[in-house]
């Protein structure tokens, strides 16, 4: 059931219909039973799984508030922790690890015939395991009391705007919101709708139009030129983006007309100038889940080891830095799939972060962040961070090491302009993603992300009536997945 | 009722009246770009232009308008179309010469190909090779492309029935796209009942889909609206296409694609079932008028395209179930077997064919210039083979030969 279907209009108007009649505890039992639905209907065998992880983190958490003793405290930490690592890597990880092994021992001539499961990838695991854990690592921390309400905590993990493709929400945002009675506003209900629509238009008119664009590139059979190859990737570097963010945007307005705020996920993340802003900008729930959870403790593990070192006439807080965000960063593109194209891809935003850091030069360096202030300078700041986020989604979307080395080999050995490259695949990805581009433009150039209602509302109309028409007229309308439905 | 509408929009505060209106001008003015930007840019089947080449009719719910001529122009190809008297898409069909034979090619949408100049679709370009093929002396063949855009086979049986029986073939081609067209027999398969079972007295047909209760004269003014506008057209047929796959049953799995399933859903065996009655039916009423008849079954795009075959392979996998190339294919035939009528597979040749993935335009699932040119080829050979044409020695010995 995703979001762009006539399946999920007719769920959400009965949960909501419903949910405005009722008071509030009726109203958790309705949002537990609607999101546990909501699973369900995209594969009930695995609903088991998140119930499981739903009692085993509940009760961890209770424990360990209830223990003194540090070590009690830490084997409850390790039971929850190593049950969702555990049922991530197998559901997630298995198939990867036993392909990699096949082929490792078939180098040396060895057939492992008994790996031969399959393992199906349950929906969401990689959210919700995510969440469960935080909600537990927090209440070791002393960070948050445990919740004594298991259905307030059952209805925090599954709730359904965010249970398949996040945001990863912390449990000191929504638990205090589903345990005290909600009252809706105007606000959020014209905010509400207003993201519903820009999220819609995202996913069917962005990112399903400009899937077919990067499709043709990244096809197998393909040997396209090099500005195929470039053009593919600006189609492909908007497509994830309308379609990760417009899915947010859909699931943070469908909270807001329930009078619950989930927190913003993207903030125009390609109008930045440095791989750290990009972090700060792209899938914040994840990216400050990675920082507290582990680039911090990394740092801080690292730092009694490295304390004190200098290498290559640079300081110990640069190494520790470096290699606390290279695990963070191979971590984080295990977790986007498990695929080696992945664990490239985070090898190289970890590598951006890192020699972003390096101090290049002291004197120039202020002379260069003076005149970073001018507007060309940075604009020319955000078209060269573009152009390596767009290198990384190269890496991301290809589908084997093979076609990363073909694509590279591509783009550098065979650029060939051509009118009719520029007509068939530069024309769609400027109709397609031109009316995002222009709204994010304004919403960086003002550092305001609700610029939209900031407008004269004749304009605003007619943006809202735009936003209508070229959905309906251009949208997608098969109902395609979102793509981080997969992670 | 009146009243009460009066006096709760007199209730409404005149700011948010004066809101209401603006939102409702920028709409309309919207309406009128958008309108305006399609008919100058965005060819499409929602063009009028193109919508002009069908009518309303009781029995098959529309056909090509007898007469109608229409340049079809979009962003892959810019075709003159122009229909007869007979309402087909080729020359004047009239009688019959001496030593004349006639092949009438029923179908949809890919039989009709409105995509490519009439001379390059594949009806007629086998009728060029049979005129220039020495084994087909002493006779000269018409081939006439009988094909509806949007038809299925009980479309192609009333057609046959009431209109290209007329037109004296020697051998009558049923062109079944396996796409759809099971999909397609399950959903009219309740024109096949008789007239005063099937169509509600006083409704009116829309492009195939009965609007029942609703009044003659408002759903013929709305149709006539909605085909005078893109924008209508296109949201018509947004609308269609959801609700198409919210009744489903499967949200998951196109409907088409469900043909393809190893366990095929009922109403997909309900289409076979409807499809062997048409095809029986057209064979049974051939047979009377002294033609033969035959069954072309056209593959679709991505059981030729390995690109698109593994891209809807993924999005079924995500289901659960399995996507079998060709397992709509094999239905068919398995689904006329038994009827003693000769079966082509398309789908082979067109699979076989070097550089396979240019047989079909990008965006649509017709076949290219290539692509007609590859299964008039396969055709002109199986209409010997099969002897539904009389071939002369030469031509026995060449087919002997491949």
Not at chain 1, 285 to 300: A, E, G, I, K, V
Not at chain 2, 342 to 360: G, K
Request: hydrophobic residues 50%; positive net charge.
């Amino acid at each position: 059931m995703v979001f762009n279907s006539l399946q999920f209009v007719a769920f959400f108007l009965v949960v909501y219909g419903l949910y405005r009649l009722l008071p509030h505890r009726p109203q958790n039992w309705l949002l537990l039973v609607g999101s546990y639905y909501f699973y369900a209907a995209w594969d009930w065998r695995f609903l088991g799984l998140l119930v499981a992880s739903t009692v085993i983190d509940f009760c961890c958490a209770r424990y360990i508030a209830s223990r003194q003793a540090p070590r009690d405290r830490k084997i409850a930490l390790l039971v929850s922790i190593s049950f969702n690592v555990s049922m991530l890597g197998f559901f997630k990880y298995f198939n990867f690890f036993a392909d990699n092994l096949h082929a490792l021992f078939g180098l040396v001539g060895w057939r492992l015939d008994f790996f031969t499961l399959r393992v199906l990838l349950p929906i969401g695991i990689s959210f919700y395991t995510f969440i469960t854990m935080s909600y537990v690592i927090d209440v070791y921390r002393r960070h948050i009391e445990p919740t004594r309400n298991f259905l307030d905590f059952a209805v925090f993990v599954a709730y359904f705007p965010h249970l398949v493709a996040g945001p990863i929400l912390r449990a000191s945002v929504l638990l205090p919101q589903i345990a005290a009675a909600r009252r809706i506003t105007r606000e959020q209900n014209i905010e509400g709708a207003w993201l519903i629509g820009w999220g819609l238009f995202k996913k069917m008119f962005v990112a399903d139009n400009l899937a077919r664009v990067a499709g043709a590139v990244f096809a197998p059979a393909g040997h396209p030129s090099g500005l195929e190859v470039l053009l593919g990737v600006y189609a492909f570097a908007f497509q994830i983006y309308g379609d990760f963010s417009g899915y947010t945007d859909i699931a943070r307005g469908v909270s807001k007309l329930m009078g619950i705020e989930l927190n913003i996920n993207f903030r125009s993340p390609y109008f930045v100038r440095t791989p750290q802003e990009f972090w700060q900008h792209w899938h914040i729930s994840l990216s400050t889940w990675l920082r507290d959870y582990l680039f911090l403790p990394l740092s801080y593990a690292f730092s009694r080891r490295l304390d004190g070192v200098r290498w290559l006439g640079l300081r110990d807080d640069f190494w520790i830095y470096a290699a606390a965000t290279m695990i963070t960063m191979l971590i984080a593109g295990l977790w986007h799939g498990a695929a080696w194209n992945f664990v490239l891809w985070g090898a190289y935003q970890g590598l951006l972060l890192v020699l972003f850091t390096v101090p290049w030069g002291g004197r120039k360096r202020k002379r260069a962040g003076a005149a970073a202030r001018r507007p060309f300078v940075r604009a020319l700041g955000v078209l060269g961070m573009f152009h390596l986020t767009c290198l990384g989604w190269l890496i991301f979307r290809a589908r084997s090491i093979a076609q990363i080395g073909a694509l590279f080999g591509d783009l550098a050995g065979r650029f060939e302009p051509s009118g009719r490259v520029l007509a068939a695949l530069g024309l769609p990805l400027l109709f397609y993603a031109g009316p995002l581009v222009a709204v994010h433009a304004f919403e960086a150039a003002h550092d305001d992300f609700a610029v939209v209602f900031r407008w004269p509302r004749i304009v605003r109309y007619n943006v809202y009536a735009a936003l209508i028409y070229l959905i309906v007229l251009f949208g997608d309308f098969a109902g395609a997945q979102f793509i981080y439905f997969q992670f | 009722m009146g009243g009460d509408l009066w006096s709760f929009c007199r209730t409404v505060k005149p700011v948010t009246r004066v809101r209401f209106w603006t939102l409702v001008g920028v709409l309309v003015c919207q309406f009128g770009l958008f309108e305006a930007a399609l008919r100058i840019e965005g060819g499409s089947e929602a063009a009028p232009a193109f919508q002009r080449l069908f009518m309303s009719d009781t029995r098959m719910g529309y056909r090509l308008r007898p007469g109608a001529r229409t340049r079809f122009r979009t962003a892959s190809f810019e075709t003159d179309i122009a229909i007869n008297s007979s309402g087909t898409r080729d020359e004047e069909i009239g009688p019959k010469q001496p030593g004349e034979r006639r092949i009438v090619v029923l179908g949809d949408s890919i039989v009709l190909s409105v995509q490519v100049p009439l001379e390059q679709t594949f009806c007629k370009r086998l009728e060029y090779r049979l005129n220039h093929d020495p084994a087909s002396a002493p006779y000269r063949y018409r081939v006439i492309n009988a094909g509806v855009q949007g038809y299925g086979p009980v479309e192609d049986w009333l057609f046959y029935e009431h209109v290209a029986s007329r037109f004296d073939a020697d051998v009558v081609l049923v062109a079944l796209f396996v796409g759809n067209d099971a999909i397609e027999a399950a959903d009219q398969s309740w024109r096949l009942r008789p007239a005063s079972a099937g169509q509600t007295p006083g409704s009116v047909a829309v492009m195939g889909t009965p609007l029942r209760q609703v009044p003659a004269i408002a759903a013929a003014w709305m149709r006539r609206t909605v085909r005078r506008s893109m924008v209508l057209q296109i949201a018509r047929l947004r609308v269609r296409s959801v609700t198409d796959r919210f009744l489903s049953g499967d949200p998951g799995i196109d409907r088409p694609l469900t043909a393809y399933l190893p366990q095929a859903p009922p109403d997909v065996v309900r289409g076979l079932a409807v499809t062997r009655e048409c095809v029986s039916r057209i064979a049974a009423l051939a047979g009377t008028l002294g033609s033969k008849t035959a069954v072309v079954l056209l593959p679709a795009r991505f059981q030729v395209n390995d690109e698109d075959f593994a891209y809807l392979a993924r999005e079924v996998a995500q289901h659960g179930e399995v996507l079998k190339r060709n397992g709509a294919t094999d239905r068919f035939k398995r689904a006329l077997d038994g009827l003693a009528i000769p079966v082509m597979d398309a789908l082979p040749p067109l699979f076989d064919a070097p550089r396979r993935s240019e047989t079909f335009f990008e965006d649509t699932v017709h076949l290219t210039p290539r692509g007609h040119q590859i299964v008039a080829d396969a055709l002109e050979r199986f209409l010997f083979e099969s002897q539904l044409l009389p071939s002369s020695g030469s031509k026995a010995v060449v087919n002997a030969g491949r």
